[in-house]
């Protein structure tokens, strides 16, 4: 069992004092936190946290990450919040506690080889300071070792999410001791005969060996200092889960496997490298083409050594590794080895610097040797992602760039379902549409059958897939709109030279619509509905000059509105025209035709506008309903709002905004917004709250 103490002097030997005395602060504040807690093996819980610290001591991490190694299972088990730990031991390490916390509380379940690779991803994209992902790492690799005393259920089911997610993202960060050991523990604890049998034969092989190995480990040692090189050699074994691969997929023997000596050599420099195999090949006969220069020619992991096959006495192939102490560590600890030879300034800023340092290193050694990208290209869209992945309520992921919002995952689940979505859940909680999803959300779509697209979603859409299908239902929903309103529109224009569109010249219009770049007179409707080309003047243009300037006769002709036009018809906000009302239109070159009142005071600043002016009626079979303020002055009494909603409600109208204002100590001003059918509908309705005891005036509002 690891003591403070111990861990002290680990980080004496490359920490500074006062970095040091925070991580021993940070043990006590856990010891408090915990205090009280047992893990199941019996010991006090403040023993795995120290553990967990340890692990990354020994990869002589930052101060930082030690801190929130003792620190992370505080927030998750203990009454203590994040924004204590910030006040104790600053921001970053809050941060970095909280991120490990969220990867805790995820379940990583039931999975298909796809969603794996998705639970690596969404672990990484959740991790804005990769230290939060060697932090995890770390308590996993402490949990998986110390499993034995669990029940075989629930050790099982962590052994296959550590295979499954924990040891690929170690792999991904080049952190191979980490990856091998999650797998020689999780190997054992998800096969345990077998595991138990190649570790008896890996026993049993050793003792035989033992003397040979020792030979040959001497032999070389011995040759290399007489030419005054100082080396450490170290005899290499397989690892358990490695030779149970190599058996399965190779379908050799376990003593085919293990009939092989490898040694690594550790030198202090890349020119060493080099001269310790002149020697080595001089000592024993290499073999023809096992020879591999990973120095000059990295693997695509940004693994580098030298390697080379000698044949033994008897016979017996020797396998040896050259390479450099920062080879080694590379080789080793990945990412982590970084904060070794690079540790100055701190945060999660240069976390982030670091970890893109590691895959900028990667990216030239791989440029040096005309290497596949693919790795890295896997790795760097780990690292800075530019996806997020979320839930549906059955627990698949989906993948969606970053900023989507919860209508891009409609879309994304199906079209449909985007089509007709009207609200969402959020980690079960109702947010809007345009809320910016995160990873590890939970999302769940609300849809109504009758709902359509809403042009406003095109605001927040960033995904191709939900702006395409956007675009398309409104184009398809309102384009036979608004060609039959830009011919509406058109003809009041031809009106005046007096003529129709039906009428005009063939010649002349396909003459106009080229020249215009018109493929279609549908084209060109659409755009007169849409308010960019003004009615008159395209008239004009259309017959050509020489009759410019004539009467306008016929103008007055308006053009009949019936609520149904799409969104190329729109009714303004400031005056809350409903039918009934005399009307006049403003073309507006984004909104098309914009309904006001007659009597609005923004459409008289609007006349001098003139040419975009539309004469406009309600035709007979206006449908719909309109929304309309009322300013209603009761009494100051209470429950009167409750009377009157319910004078409105009887009425089959919903009062859909209310808002109240005192006038004196005897009046109150409350407005209403209600959507109605017509002036008569909206008659009605105000003689009924006439009716009402207490209410002395019921206006409606004009702007
Ligand atoms: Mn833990």
């Known amino acids: 069992m690891q003591t403070i103490d111990a861990l002290n002097h680990t980080l004496n030997s490359y920490l500074k004092p006062d970095q040091t005395s925070q991580v021993t602060r940070a043990y006590y504040f856990a010891e408090q936190a915990h205090y009280g807690q047992i893990r199941r093996s019996g010991e006090p819980y403040v023993t795995h946290p120290l553990a967990v610290a340890g692990i990354l001591a020994d990869m002589h991490m930052d101060h930082q990450s030690l801190v929130a190694a003792m620190l992370h299972d505080v927030i998750e088990d203990t009454g203590i919040e994040k924004s204590a730990i910030g006040e104790q031991f600053g921001d970053t390490v809050a941060e970095l506690v909280d991120g490990v916390s969220k990867l805790t509380q995820m379940e990583f379940e039931s999975l298909e080889e796809k969603q794996a690779e998705n639970f690596q991803k969404m672990a990484l994209a959740m991790a804005r300071d990769i230290r939060v992902i060697l932090v995890k790492l770390a308590d996993r690799l402490h949990n998986m070792r110390t499993l034995g005393v669990l ?25 191979n001791n980490v990856r091998m050991e999650f797998e020689d523990l999780g190997f054992s604890i998800l096969y345990p005969m077998r595991a138990r049998r190649i570790d008896a034969a890996i026993r049993n092989a050793r003792g035989h060996r033992k003397e040979l190995v020792e030979n040959v480990r001497s032999q070389i040692v011995a040759t290399l200092n007489q030419e005054g090189h100082d080396v ?44 310790v195999l002149g020697c080595i090949h001089s000592l024993y006969k290499p073999v023809p083409g096992e020879f591999k220069d990973y120095i000059a020619i990295p693997k695509s992991n940004g693994y580098q050594s030298l390697h080379t096959v000698l044949m033994g006495m008897h016979g017996v192939p020797i396998e040896v590794q050259i390479r450099t102490r920062e080879m080694e560590d590379m080789a080793n600890n990945g990412i982590a080895a970084h904060w070794l030879y690079k540790s100055d300034d701190q945060g999660a800023n240069s976390s982030q610097a670091r970890a893109r340092q590691w895959v900028q290193g990667l990216l030239e050694m791989q440029q040096k040797a005309g290497d596949s990208l693919e790795f890295i290209e896997s790795v760097k869209i780990d690292l800075f992602p530019d996806e997020i992945y979320v839930f549906t309520p059955k627990g698949r992921i989906l993948e969606l760039p970053r900023g989507a919002t919860a209508v891009d995952f409609a879309y994304a689940v199906h079209t449909d379902v985007g089509n007709s979505c009207v609200a969402c859940r959020i980690n079960r909680r109702l947010a809007p549409l345009s809320e910016a999803l995160e990873s590890g959300h939970t999302v769940e779509i609300l849809t109504s059958s009758g709902a359509r697209p809403n042009p406003s979603w095109l605001d927040y859409a960033v995904t191709a897939k939900a702006r395409s299908n956007i675009h398309h239902f409104l184009k398809h929903q309102t384009r036979d709109d608004s060609v039959a309103l830009g011919q509406t529109l058109l003809n009041k224009g031809f009106a005046d030279f ?36 003004l009615p008159a003047i395209t008239a004009q243009q259309i017959l050509s000059e020489h009759v410019a300037g004539t009467a306008t006769a016929g103008r007055d002709e308006p053009v009949a509105i019936r609520g149904t036009e799409g969104y190329m018809v729109s009714f303004a906000r400031c005056c809350h025209p409903i039918p009934g009302d005399a009307i006049e239109g403003y073309l507006s070159s984004e909104k098309g035709v914009v309904v006001h009142r007659d009597q609005c005071n923004n459409l008289a600043d609007m006349r001098e506008n003139s040419d975009r002016l539309v004469a406009l009626r309600w035709d007979d079979d206006v449908q719909g309903d309109y929304p309309v303020e009322l300013r209603v002055e009761v009494e100051n009494r209470r429950g009167m709002i409750a009377v009157m909603a319910t004078r409105i409600n009887s009425m089959g109208v919903n009062i859909e905004k209310i808002s109240t204002e005192n006038k004196d100590y005897q009046f109150t001003f409350v407005n209403m917004e209600m959507h109605v059918e017509n002036r008569v509908h909206l008659a009605r309705i105000m003689k009924r709250l006439r009716d009402v005891n207490h209410v002395r005036k019921v206006v409606r509002v004009k702007n």
Do not use: N, W
């Not at 259920?153 to 080049?174: C, F, N, Q, V, W």
């Open 151 to 175: 029940s075989t259920d629930k050790a099982k089911r962590i052994a296959r999410e550590t295979l499954d997610i924990y040891s690929p993202i170690a792999m991904r960060l080049g952190m």
């Open 232 to 275: 450490r050699v170290i005899g290499r074994e397989k690892h358990l889960y490695s030779i149970y691969k190599k058996m399965k997929s190779k379908r050799k023997s376990f003593a085919e496997i293990m009939d092989i000596y490898a040694f690594r050599i550790i030198v202090d420099s890349v020119d060493t490298c080099y001269r």
């Open 498 to 533: 007096g003529t129709t569109l039906d009428q005009v010249d063939q010649d002349q219009l396909t003459e106009f619509l080229q020249e215009h770049h018109y493929t279609t007179v549908e084209d060109l409707l659409v755009d007169v509905a849409r308010g960019s080309r």
